[in-house]
Structures are given as C-alpha cells and as structure tokens.
C-alpha cells in the first residue's frame, strides 16, 4: 500500500516535469501562420499574400494540375509543386515592399499570365 | 566562292536599309575591337567577313488583333525585307518561339508547318534553328525536332565558331547537365582565342528572374565560356534590344517580330507593348550581325509598314 502510494507520488512529480517542459517548449516556439497556396492552370490561390516584416509564414504549395514551380525570386525562395504532394516553404521576409512571385515551370498556354505577389509590411 | 564585304560598303547598304548600327556602350563589341587591335590579338581562325541575319520571337500561331494587327503579316514583312538584302547574309537563325505555345499537340505542328511553309520563301536557305519554351516546353522539344532538326548543335563558319544552346526544352529552363557535358566536350577542342558565337533563346544571365528572363542553370555555361577570349551570345526571348556584360562575355538579345514587352521591369507587371496605329510595327524587327575578323557588329532592321 504504502510502495504504491509513493509510486503515485513520483508518477505525479514526473507527469509535471514533463508537462512543464512541454509549456516551456510551446511558449518558447513562436507560432508561425501557415497559408496553403494551390496552383492551378492557370492561376495562384491566392494571387496576394500580405505579411509583416520579420514575419516568419510557411507556404504550403499544393496542385492537382501538373507540375508547377513557386518563384519569388526578390525574396530569394523557390520550389517546385508537384501534383499529390505538399511542398512547404517558409518565407520570413526582412524588407517591405510588394514582391513578385511566378511559376517557373512552364505548364501550358496560360503559363506566362501565372503570377502573384506577396506584400511585406511594417 | 568568297562573299567578302567592304566593311563601309555593309555600313552604308545598312544605313540605307533604315538600319542602326550598334555602338556599344557597355564597351561590348567596339571594346573587343579596340582591345584586339590594341593587343594585335584578333579571334584566331576568322579571317574572313560575313554576316548573318537573326529573327527572333516569330510566335506564329498569335492572333490578338489588338496587340498586333498584322498577326498574319508580319513574319512575311520580315521576311521580304531580308530577301531584298545585298548583299545576301552567309545564313538566317531564328532564335525561337517561332510559334505561339499551343496546350493542343496537333496545333502546335499545324503551326509549325505553317510557319515553315511561311520561310519557305526565303531566298537564302541555309537557316538554323533554336526553340523557345512557346515552341518546346511542353512537349521536351519532340515536336521542334520533328520540323527544325536538334535544339542543340554547334557548327562553323568562316572561322567562327557557333554554339546553339536550348534552355527551353526543360519546362524549367534548365539547359541541364547532358548539354552542359556536351558543351564541355565541344568547347574542349577549341583554342582560347576562338571567335565564339554562342546562340539561344532565354537570357545567360539573371536579366529579370520576376519576370522569367534568365536561366537558372546559366552560370554553368558561362563558367565554361569564360576562358574563351572572344565570346557573343544573341539571343531572343525579351522582343527587344538589350545588351550586357558578363565579365568579357557581350550578351545582344533581339527585337521579335510579334509584339514588343517593356524594358525589363519597367511596369508592374509584364505585358505586351501596345500597339500604335500612329506608329506601327514599332518595337518589331530584326538584325544583322556582321562578322569582321571574328568581332561582331549589329545593324537593326525595324520592319517597314
Ligand atoms: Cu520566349
Ligand atoms: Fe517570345
């Protein structure tokens, strides 16, 4: 009686510990927003993205077309989107302004008008 | 059978033809010129005189009449214009998107049938070919092949040396690493004091990547380029004059002869120049780029109404 009472005693204190450092762990981590972005032909959902600068934003790029690239080169960041698959990429931009991005994967005869812009502000 | 030609002669025959001669600012050709008869190193091999023509970004295929009116005539304007040439260029390169990009596999063929029917009144009819991305990215430049031959090749004439690059056929603009190896191969047998003409469609170098002008893959060409003394790229792909320097390596890219685009990122946003009733045909045209002694100068062609 008495051993198992001790032990629930020390399941206590331990379950704490580590409830503790599961706190400190999500306190310390800062959130990061994510926005899914889906490529089709032959458009960006959405075309604008607006973020803060220092902002980190993880884009999750996703199309059921074909594949497809995400190119904002001002903002020195690019992946492919390939069909089925969720390509993440984290943006966390340093400058204001509006920049461009594009798919760099030529994908068919609307390929050219494939474009958006993500706007950093202060 | 020599078609040497007086170098005043060609100039004024130019000047005639409403052309203007390219002086470069950036110290691109007339720099190479000066620095080899300073050096009295001229580009080995090139002995001889010649010119060729290029005509870029054709897009056959295009019928917005509101971009371009004379969608359906004014690949033959140009075309017209170098048959009355003289005298005649050596040879005519189109540096790519000879037709509009087409999602329709049977479309895309009927037009570049059409489109080599069209040249098919080309006096001169020694003519080389490069693909851009409206002619190859979709189907890996299997349709090209079938019509205009290899989208990559080299070649030489009258002592200069031509590379044809394709930084199309890979829907990323890659060149890519087998043709980097054979560029590698090709330029491994050549002396460095070689004229070089290399010739593509997109840019060898990071012009505008906002707004797709440039090759991501590019510095690996140029790396292998730069030992050369002498090197030109012309190229197509912007519908508008442009010249730079990458190190010694001069980079011309052509008017097309569909619709002009803005300086590069001139505007927000990319989109045909539009066209002026009061000015027609503006932004549209062509070149010759004359060799002497393996240093090239440009004469521009505006089409003529
Ligand atoms: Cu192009
Ligand atoms: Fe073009």
């Known amino acids: 009686m008495r051993k198992t009472r001790r032990l629930h005693v020390a399941m206590a204190l331990f379950t704490s510990t580590l409830l503790g450092f599961a706190a ?27 973020i803060s600068r220092g902002e980190s934003l993880d884009l999750e790029l996703v199309t059921d077309d074909v594949l497809m690239g995400f190119n904002a080169p001002d903002l020195g960041v690019r992946s492919n989107i ?41 | 059978m020599h078609k040497t030609i007086d170098r005043r002669q060609f100039i004024k025959l130019a000047g005639l033809g409403g052309g203007v001669v390219f002086a470069s600012g950036l110290g691109g050709f007339s720099a190479l010129a000066q620095a080899a008869s300073r050096h009295g190193k001229k580009a080995s091999g090139a002995e001889e005189d010649f010119y060729f023509v290029q005509l870029s ?34 040879f005519i390169v ?67 040396h031509f590379i044809a690059l394709d930084n199309v056929s890979d829907p990323a603009a890659n060149i890519g690493a087998d043709q980097l190896a054979w560029l590698g191969a090709d330029l491994a047998k050549l002396d460095r004091q070689q004229a070089i003409v290399v010739l593509t469609h997109r840019p060898l170098f990071d012009l505008a990547p906002s707004w797709d002008w440039a090759t991501p893959d590019a510095g690996k060409a140029i790396d292998l380029l730069m030992p050369f003394e002498h090197v030109t790229v012309f190229y197509g792909h912007i519908h508008q004059q442009h010249h730079h320097m990458t190190g010694h390596i001069a980079h ?50 505006p089409v003529k109404a």
């Not at chain 1, 984290?90 to 005869?109: A, E, H, M, W």
Request: proline share 8%; aromatic share 10%; glycine share 8%.
């Open chain 2, 57 to 90: 970004d054709t897009h056959w295929g295009f019928s917005n009449p509101v971009i371009n009116p004379d969608f359906a005539g004014t690949l033959q304007k140009a075309l017209a214009q170098v048959n009355a040439l003289s005298p005649a260029p050596d």
């Open chain 2, 94 to 160: 189109f540096t790519g998107d000879l037709t509009q990009t087409t999602d329709d596999a049977a479309l895309r063929r009927q037009r570049m049938s059409e489109f080599r029917d069209i040249i098919a009144a080309l006096k001169v009819r020694d003519i080389r070919y490069l693909a851009g991305e409206h002619d190859a990215a979709l189907d890996q430049g299997a349709a090209f092949k079938e019509f205009f031959g290899d989208t990559h090749y080299s070649f030489d004439h009258r002592g200069v």
């Open chain 1, 82 to 122: 390939v069909p089925g698959q969720v390509s993440c990429l984290r943006i966390t931009p340093q400058k204001t302004g509006t920049f461009p991005f594009l798919c760099d994967v030529f994908c068919g005869s609307g390929h050219e008008d494939m474009n958006g812009s993500i706007t950093v502000v202060d």
């Open chain 2, 252 to 301: 011309h890219s052509a008017q097309g002869l569909m619709w002009p685009l803005p300086a590069p990122l001139s505007v927000p946003k990319k989109a045909p120049v539009a066209w002026d009733p009061a000015a027609p045909y503006q932004g549209l045209g062509f070149r010759q780029i004359e060799s002497e002694h393996g240093v090239p100068t440009i004469t521009e062609l």
């Open chain 1, 24 to 50: 400190a762990a999500w306190t310390a981590v800062p959130v990061v927003r994510v926005v899914k972005v889906s490529a089709k032909r032959y458009e960006f959902r959405p075309a604008s993205i607006t």
